[in-house]
């Protein structure tokens, strides 16, 4: 387990299966204020992803705040089917979580896909979500791109070839390091063995390999940029200006498809595309100025 001090794992039963989650130990943190609005940490996509990855920048808030930090289904300590999950799956799983950990609206702080994927929940519940805090968000198909064109895509399509690519040089060690350095940080001397040992745990769970394939197929991508101009919930962008995958340039054309609820888009110099695992202080002060806007 990897649950930083002063945290507990728990968990939810829904629709899809049973969701593990990380919340702060009532033993530990005094009870934060009645009034606080809870904080709700999801994960991106990609090998061994987890809550692990906002473990960094949860803790910070845990006085103030209720936090909660859940492992989507199919990844991290969350069950994992034998079979992919959909985007319609995710859309309900994530409207469901919300529904079931969060009373009253949260703030939801997400990254990557499934950020986008909370755009979409948040334009069908409007009620349900009191802001959005999103690093790097995309849909991965976002302004008429394909990913279905890339090689690593045609490849992964192949039955067996699949498998034998996640186990031989995704799920590894050494493939861990080399997904970390090109794919989520700018500067690889960031990437400590805690990261590798944590991501590599979950790439190696029990059927791991179906979400973590969907994803990389494109089964999950769609075209964020058709549904942003409907969002109303008041929203920041956090984007690295080194993120793989998403180019900052992506960012900068979505954050204008609606000023009225992206009322914040600030790029990080020099960072990739999880700033909130290579650069998590900054992250946390972002947060917290993106907190007092919500508030005002």
Not at 3 to 18: D, E, K, M, N
Not at 58 to 68: N, S, T
Not at 228 to 245: K, R, V
Not at 282 to 296: C, H, N, P, R, W
Request: net charge negative.
């Amino acid at each position: 387990m990897f649950i930083p001090p002063g945290f507990i794992q728990r968990s939810v039963a829904l629709s899809l299966g049973t969701v593990a989650y990380i919340e702060a130990d009532p033993d530990f943190w005094p009870a934060p204020p009645a009034s606080s609005v809870p904080l709700l940490f999801i994960h991106g996509f990609g090998g061994g992803s987890s809550s692990y990855e906002w473990s960094k920048v949860y803790p910070a808030f845990a006085a103030e705040h209720p936090v909660l930090a859940p492992d989507l289904i199919g990844w991290g300590n969350s069950d994992h089917p034998d079979r992919p999950l959909s985007t319609v799956d995710y859309l309900a799983l994530l409207s469901e979580l919300i529904e079931k950990l969060c009373p009253t609206p949260p703030v939801v702080v997400s990254s990557s896909l499934s950020a986008a994927m909370l755009v979409r929940v948040a334009i069908d519940h409007p009620d349900r979500i009191q802001g959005l805090v999103l690093v790097a968000p995309a849909g991965l198909a976002d302004f008429g791109q394909d990913p279905s064109r890339s090689p690593i895509n045609q490849i992964v399509k192949l039955p067996v070839i699949d498998q034998v690519l996640y186990r031989g040089a995704i799920a590894t060690t050494e493939g861990i390091k080399l997904f970390l350095a090109q794919r989520q940080f700018a500067d690889a001397s960031k990437i400590s063995d805690e990261m590798v040992a944590a991501y590599l745990k979950s790439a190696q769970q029990p059927h791991a390999d179906v979400a973590a394939l969907a994803f990389v197929r494109g089964d999950l991508s769609f075209d964020l940029a058709t549904y942003l101009p409907q969002l109303t919930t008041p929203t920041a962008l956090l984007w690295g200006e080194a993120a793989q995958l998403t180019d900052v340039s992506i960012g900068r054309r979505l954050a204008a498809l609606n000023s009225a609820a992206i009322r914040r888009f600030e790029v990080l110099p020099g960072v990739g595309l999880t700033p909130q695992l290579e650069q998590p202080g900054v992250t946390v002060g972002l947060i917290e100025q993106f907190l007092a806007d919500f508030a005002q």
